[in-house]
């Protein structure tokens, strides 16, 4: 890790962002975040004191996004950031709290493979820039979640999970929990139990509109 993050200049680069408060690092990422990787990394933190990030895969436009203006190794220094902030902010309130702080993920896979959007892991130039992102997530940012939660799964999903779990260690596998469609009661009830409804998106059931948070 200390050589990665030596190699890449990442003890430079991290400076851009780190020390930020969460509301000015969201200004932040806003300014810069690819509407066609719908992401939203801190949404406030869980009953449990765990920090909050929304994703949703289902909306990820592969072609529009591999034609990004800044070029993909500008997307992925952008992600490095969001990690090194979340991190660093993590450390921060552990150390505050004598406790450990981790992340809980909720990934909203409606609209996966719908409207025209290929899948985007079987997009090759997709699949070549998710793959060691993932595996720099395992290896430079690993830890770092206690949840991984999975909503409104299409059917299509489980050819996908497949290749996914391809580049997931076990470890990580053991936190992903799979939800289903929200629109039956008993499902939504149990992704209350891991956000409550103030830190949610309205169509996940909960409050948060789309001036709080973009992606929705």
Request: net charge neutral; with cysteine.
């Amino acid at each position: 890790f200390l050589q990665w993050h030596s190699s890449s200049a990442m003890d430079v680069r991290r400076q851009e962002v780190i020390g930020m408060p969460p509301q000015k690092f969201l200004e932040w990422f806003a300014a810069r975040r690819n509407p066609y990787l719908p992401l939203w990394p801190f949404a406030g933190r869980n009953p449990e004191g765990h920090v909050i990030m929304f994703m949703r895969p289902g909306l990820v436009d592969a072609n529009l996004f591999l034609q990004t203006p800044i070029g993909l190794e500008n997307e992925r220094a952008k992600l490095d950031l969001v990690f090194e902030w979340l991190l660093w902010y993590l450390n921060e309130l552990s150390r505050a709290e004598g406790r450990l702080v981790y992340v809980v993920k909720v990934l909203d896979l409606k609209g996966l493979g719908c409207d025209g959007r290929p899948v985007p892991i079987f997009v090759p130039g997709m699949k070549a820039f998710v793959a060691p992102l993932l595996e720099s997530l395992q290896t430079n940012y690993c830890e770092h979640d206690s949840k991984i939660i999975m909503v409104n799964q299409p059917i299509i999903f489980t050819a996908v999970f497949q290749v996914v779990k391809v580049f997931l260690t076990t470890r990580s596998c053991s936190k992903i929990f799979l939800l289903g469609d929200l629109s039956e009661e008993e499902r939504q009830a149990r992704l209350l139990e891991f956000i409550p409804a103030q830190n949610l998106p309205q169509e996940l059931g909960g409050s948060l509109t789309g001036s709080t948070m973009p992606i929705y």
